[in-house]
């Protein structure tokens, strides 16, 4: 059966910081307030504000990655004239490019099509991969405030989204530019042997001078890329490469045609690349899966075909395309923002992914990106309203319009739950839409940190998915006082306890959580326990935390704040921990202590029939915690 579902437009629902606030509203006198609220214009020397977080170092562009002559970037075109949201179904509505690819390189040189945008990241032990449309950067952050750039790469096609498995490096290319060799001369013909659009696969085992070993062409380009990691496959990797551009002509790459009733088009599907470990060189398209078809009649265009939802609501384009996919392999699902729709992958054979869902949504204009909560019971879309390259958090524009939805999974389906965006509006002179983001992995919440272009980085917990709340920020002005000149967070992603921005036109932020009423110091230490070798943030892996004190007194915060303990529990809890803390190697009294640790989570787990549904699984976790550290102790030499 068919099933489709619109989410209907409900400003009073799931905005908590804005929550049923009125275009008029947004510029009220709380919202001028907020100290993000006109900041100097500068490339350097904005201004900045920020809340419950701090800048650790910037680290701006290396040479070679920006144009001398304008090295802030330059204006981008006139943007069209404000209207009011209600006018008429086409008020606000975007207009994407012809290619149906939003995102445009800013900052050009003329004449040279050479483009320095700073773009996706990519982690690996102590090396953070930045991209760019220019090539990439490689950063050393073993220490993070003293962040230092390794080596760069210069290699044009754009947008550079990056991942990294071991020792190799994937790219994402799409720029009718982009060469094979790499080189930033182009190419002018319309049909050539020389044009590369696909996936570029490097070697980096020599982080010095990483090594090109592998080009797989594809017929769109890849705008983006999904590593899949298959558990029962150890030989291969495999790519989900979503291309965006227009179709290559058949001269150039055999089997491409734009022509919708071809069973050989390379439109309403994605690519599927294998790419052997051992052999990364001989890595090639395995599948093309119409994810888009409709399920009755086949019919490969079978989900949204473009057009608005009726009279002062979103206009986007037809469903041909995904612009991410974020896969989750442990779960066997993936989640796909896709044109006009959001759909739902069982990735149970990566090869072939099935779609168990879709949806839409008449506040989104192009389904951009997706990321699963830790348990995989929810997925945040975001809505690049604009492409990135328009003022977009303006206090005329509605708040649920370039934002992020909320959605809970149950049974395989999607249940719309809320919105949330940025709560401070942003001036004409800043791009600024929901972009890309990651978990952040505090113990018992579903807190995630976002790159909004312009409007800075937002950090925003989502644990009640239908009441969403800003925690912490950072934001800087405008790159410049009179003209758009694009700039902000392509994206901000955490990492082994660190958030790292890539800044469009700044170059690389480093940030650390600071405590506040919103977090504790306690869940910023145990978001920090958990380290990654390897994050890339459209592959995500299931984030587990070991048993210790740190972990029990972030959960206790968590209760705390909820008043979700008595206080006569939570300072046994507190003072029996403090013990645990103290023991040495040889202490005595550890048998006494695993006893009283034992019959206090006893006790929690006794007061989850009564407690509000937030509190029932941290009153769980926190019992398990306790057991844990109970385990761990009985395991030592001093127990007895």
Known sequence: MRIVRVTVLFLFVAMPLIGAQSDQQRSSAADQADPRVGLAAGFRDAGMAASNMELVINLPKPEGFYDPEAPAGRPRAPQDPPAAPAAGPDAQTQELPAQGQPEEAPAQRP???LSFTNS???FSGEHLFMGNYHGFNVYNVEDASRAELLSSVVCPGGQGDLSVRGDLLFMSVQDTRARLDCGIQGVEEPVSAERFRGVRIFDIRNLRNPTQVAAVQTCRGSHTHTLVVDPDDNANVYVYASGTGAVRAGEELAGCTDTEGDPDTALFSIDVIQVPLAAPENARIVNRPRIFADSETGTISGLWQGGDHGRGTQSSRETRQCHDITTYPEIGLAAGACSGNGILLDISDPVNPVRLDYVVDQSFAFWHSATFSNDGTKIVFTDE???GSRPRCRSID?????ANAIFDIVDGEMGFRGYYKLPA????????????????PVPGRDIMVQGWY???????DFTDSANPVEIAYFDRGPVNAEDLVSGGYWSAYWYNGHIYGAEIA??????????????SQNEIDAASLVLSEETNVQHQERIVWQPSSTLAL??????????????????????????VDQLGSGARGTAAIVAELEALATELEGNVEEAVWLNVPRLGSLADTLRGIATTLRQSPAFG
């Open 111 to 113: 004449g040279s099509g």
């Open 120 to 122: 996706d990241l990519a």
């Open 385 to 387: 309203w604009g492409g």
């Open 398 to 402: 509605p708040p649920a319009w370039g």
């Open 425 to 440: 509006v942003q001036s004409e002179q800043e791009n600024c839409v929901a972009h890309n983001g990651s978990l952040i």
């Open 454 to 460: 312009q409007g800075g980085i937002s950090v925003f």
């Open 506 to 519: 700044r170059g690389l932020d480093v940030f650390r959580l600071t405590a506040s009423e919103h977090l």
């Open 554 to 579: 972030a959960y206790l915060d968590q209760l705390n704040r909820g008043s979700g303990i008595e206080p006569q529990l939570a300072g046994a809890v507190t003072e029996v921990l403090g013990r």
